[in-house]
């Protein structure tokens, strides 16, 4: 298959941003997530240094900066828009279909020779020269609008798995709030009066010199840390260790199964439920563990309250500690104004919560297999070899 450089298919357009009146709306690179934009509207003499390019309908956006995978095709609405110069702003040329260029731009092997020619002290970024430099396969026009359709076949069926999940996410929410929403007629208390009946239901970590990140080992007492909380649930991101040694000075972290974890430095409020099957583990200083009463309170209605309620929300949001970065302590999680619902209910919930994500976690499986034949199908498009007939090839690889 015969490559050429992409200064054939592309040009890039700098069109200054000129003084304006009122105001115009700016995407900044971090504003563009995936096919979704957030900007924001400045006028001329509010608007950022690097606000300072103009695009029109059927123009290409492309990030500059290395391991950066942010592509949009400027449609209607987006047309007039002020971008960063982050971003280059680029004019597809006769023979070239813009679908195909887009498509092009997000795969990995345009993606790769993009962080090749990055160049840059602090932050790497391709620069118009070294851009131009880049290698794109030649494909007749047809073949370009076939690969498009088949490309946004592939691509829809993608999206709309990672938007039922989403939907699960809402579907949840809803029942959290019918649920629980009125409050009216129940008793406000104190989380700490919902713990086991001990000394350690309630505690963080070891501090300072207590445990040093030279003690991590490859093998023994698991260590559990802010990344395991990352998106309100358990996950094993990183594994950490230390010694049945160490772990003899530091039991009086221990966590146990269904303690609710919660965050309580950097990202504070984010909280999950450790599961049944964890093994012997600790807790670090930048978490606090709480081990309920269970015929009080239920750990999975406990942790979706903490980062979903908006009423405990607000009570961790105003009560956060630190003049450089803030943070919680357990003097603030044991005064959470926390509304007793049944413990029956409670349970109902779980029951509920419990379905949902064995549903979305089949489902985030499924939609990682989709990204993964995704890939495939856009490395036999553009990587160099054997390309035509690609039309058997392709939709093979949709199959």
């Known amino acids: 298959m015969k490559q050429v450089l992409l200064a054939k298919a592309v040009r890039i357009k700098n069109q200054r941003v000129k003084p304006f009146d009122g105001e115009k709306e700016y995407l900044a690179t971090g504003g563009l997530v995936g096919n979704k934009i957030k900007t924001e509207f400045v006028t001329y003499a509010t608007k950022p240094s690097r606000a300072d390019l103009l695009v029109t309908k059927n123009q290409l956006i492309v990030a500059r900066m290395k391991e950066t995978n942010k592509v949009l095709l400027v449609d209607e609405k987006q047309s007039d828009v002020i971008v960063s110069t982050g971003f280059l702003v680029l004019d597809v ?95 406000t208390v104190k989380l700490e009066s919902l713990v086991k009946n001990s000394k350690g239901s309630m505690r963080s970590g070891p501090f300072g010199s207590d445990l040093k990140h030279s003690e991590f080992v490859d093998n023994g007492i698991a260590v559990i840390g802010i990344d395991n909380a990352v998106k309100n649930k358990f996950e094993w991101s990183q594994r950490r260790y230390i010694t049945a040694e160490k772990y003899q000075k530091l039991k009086r972290y221990t966590i146990f199964p269904r303690d609710v974890i919660i965050t309580i430095m950097a990202t504070i409020g984010r909280s999950a439920v450790i599961p049944e099957n964890i093994p012997m583990a600790i807790n670090t200083k930048h978490l606090a563990a709480i081990t309920l009463d269970q015929s009080k309170a239920n750990p999975y209605f406990i942790a979706y309250s903490i980062h ?23 003097g603030i999680i044991k005064n959470l104004n926390i509304i007793q619902f049944p413990v029956e209910l409670q349970n109902k919930f779980e029951t509920i919560y419990q379905k949902i994500e064995a549903l979305k976690e089949k489902m985030l499986t499924q939609s990682s297999e989709l990204d993964v034949q995704f890939q495939a199908l856009m490395q036999k498009v553009f990587q160099p070899g054997d390309l035509l007939p690609q039309e058997k090839i392709i939709e093979e690889s949709v199959k």
């Open 93 to 187: 040329q006769e023979g070239w279909d813009s679908g195909f260029l887009f498509h092009y731009f997000v795969s990995d092997f345009f993606q790769k020779q993009k962080d090749k020619f990055s160049i840059g002290a602090t932050q790497k970024a391709i620069n118009n020269e070294k851009f131009k430099e880049i290698l794109i396969p030649e494909i007749s026009l047809e073949d370009q609008k076939r690969i498009v359709k088949i490309l946004d076949k592939a691509d829809s069926i993608r999206q709309k798995r990672k938007q039922s999940i989403g939907l699960l996410d809402d579907y949840l929410k809803s029942v959290f709030l019918e649920m629980f929403g009125d409050s009216n007629n129940y008793e």
């Open 308 to 330: 979903s309620d908006k009423r405990i929300r607000e009570q961790i949001l105003g009560s956060t500690r630190g003049a450089i970065m803030p943070g919680l302590n357990l």
